[in-house]
């Protein structure tokens, strides 16, 4: 199907676009004329060799392709939608080590024992360290009088909430956050990261993190580290793929709480009916709302298998599928007025953690409990939080990321 409104050239992961705006209007047009589109790419141009790749646009199909690993594989070409396109195919291959990019069954394998660390039980005995973290970090920003929303407060709690939850102790903190903070966002030259930099980064936090896997096996503790690699039967991890997993864990779990945090924010300050709402409130279904409006994750992919059909498009056996949260999330045929931020939506069905599969994001309550403190600590402790800049976005080819919003903290 052809989308003739589109200017030619127009790709759904360019950074540049990312970098102003994430594009709605544009995912609108495909919904309403080719819902599964082909976006053509200079050859090679995301890292993977070919020429382009479908862009899933509506709710229902996103679902489609998300809960059909059989059909849609997030290991032949990772679920990255767009890499560098210096990137050699070794340095891609090597990222399939991480679940997120793992197929059925030794997805499912993986799955099953990390899981033992992100229970209900689990989240829970995080909760009141978290609360008095929020607080403090609140309180921190507040002494500043106006500062950089972005690394005073929303940075701050999901680095914290992973040490916590992963048991890192503080000695070690500094050297973690600098490693996470140094493995996101190299696709933006402002700032100063260098893929060798990130890489190196990358390196030595499996490295701490397998030593620490290590040194747990020895000598357990009560800690989600032992739990994960304490026996060596089949039902744990080894320490590589421990290594492997705190790696996600920090990729995963950081840039998008964190966006996730500012964007609220923002949405707060610029919708500030909701804001009063909130403070009087306090309605449960905000978090979800926050999720859904800021989308931090655009897209990831998947592979077709096999040739198929979505959406009215023939796919090819080894097309790459992305699989667009953003223009989800928007869609009108199941959302009512989904430019409306609306923190008492509900039902809200959003897919900003996923389309529902097995690789459903496994820190969605441990995101929406900080998600919840956060804003409970700034409601309480800085109500009359106002706007001092618009944000500067983030460039990049996938996440909607925002690296500064100055703001005054009343
Ligand atoms: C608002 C914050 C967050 C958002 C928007 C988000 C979004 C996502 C999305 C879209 C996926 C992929 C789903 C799929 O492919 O079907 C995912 C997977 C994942 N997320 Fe999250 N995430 C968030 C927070 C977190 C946190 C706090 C953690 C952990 C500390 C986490 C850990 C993971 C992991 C481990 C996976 C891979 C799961 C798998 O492959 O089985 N996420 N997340």
């Known amino acids: 199907m052809s989308c003739p ?3 030619e050239g127009f790709d759904f992961t360019d950074p540049d676009v990312y970098q102003h705006r994430v594009p709605l209007p544009e995912f609108a047009q495909l919904r309403g004329t080719a819902p599964v589109w082909w976006n053509a790419q200079p050859h090679g141009i995301a890292g993977f060799g070919d020429d382009g790749y479908w862009v899933v646009t509506r709710h229902e199909d996103v679902k489609e392709v998300s809960t059909k690993p059989d059909l849609f594989s997030a290991h032949l070409n990772t679920s990255i939608i767009r890499f560098n396109a210096a990137m050699t195919r070794d340095q891609i291959d090597v990222q399939k080590l991480i679940m997120l990019n793992m197929d059925p069954p030794e997805h499912t394998r993986v799955r099953q024992i990390v899981q033992r660390g992100f229970t209900p039980r689990a989240i829970r005995a995080l909760e009141d360290a978290l609360r008095g973290r929020a607080t403090r ?8 009088g106006t500062g950089d929303f972005v690394t005073d407060i929303a940075c701050e709690l999901p680095l914290q909430a992973i040490a916590e939850l992963i048991g890192v102790p503080q000695d070690d903190r500094a050297r973690i956050f600098d490693w996470s903070n140094k493995m996101i966002a190299y696709d933006d030259p402002e700032l100063a990261i260098t893929e060798e930099v990130g890489t190196n980064a990358a390196m030595e936090l499996i490295s701490y993190a397998m030593n620490l896997a290590a040194a747990r096996k ?3 503790a009560k800690d989600i580290v032992s739990r994960l690699v304490a026996a060596e039967d089949e039902g744990n991890l ?13 990729v995963a779990g950081n840039e998008t709480t964190r966006n996730a945090i500012t964007h609220g924010m923002h949405a707060f300050l610029t919708h500030p009916d909701q804001w009063e709402l909130y403070k009087r409130e306090r309605p449960e279904t905000a978090a979800e709302e926050i999720v859904r409006w800021a989308t931090p994750v655009v897209a990831f992919q998947r592979t ?10 023939k796919i090819k056996q080894g097309q790459r599928v992305g699989i667009f949260y953003s223009s989800a999330n928007n869609d ?15 039902p809200n069905p959003h897919l900003g953690f996923g389309g529902g599969g097995p690789h459903f994001c ?31 976005r983030l460039r990049s080819a996938w996440l909607n990321g925002v690296k500064e919003l100055r703001v005054r903290y009343g």
């Open 5 to 7: 409104a589109l200017p």
């Open 137 to 144: 970090i609140v309180e921190a920003a507040r002494a500043k």
């Open 218 to 220: 020895e000598c357990p």
């Open 238 to 250: 080894g320490s590589d793929e421990f290594g492997f997993f705190v790696l996600l864990l920090a």
């Open 304 to 313: 077709a298998t096999q040739d198929t059909e979505l959406g009215g498009a």
């Open 332 to 346: 009108p045929e199941v959302f009512d007025r989904p430019e409306v931020f609306d923190i008492t939506r509900d």
């Open 362 to 392: 496994l820190g969605k309550s441990l995101a929406i409990l900080e998600i919840n403190l956060m804003f409970h600590a700034l409601a309480d402790a800085m109500p009359d939080i106002s706007l001092a800049g618009d944000p500067r």
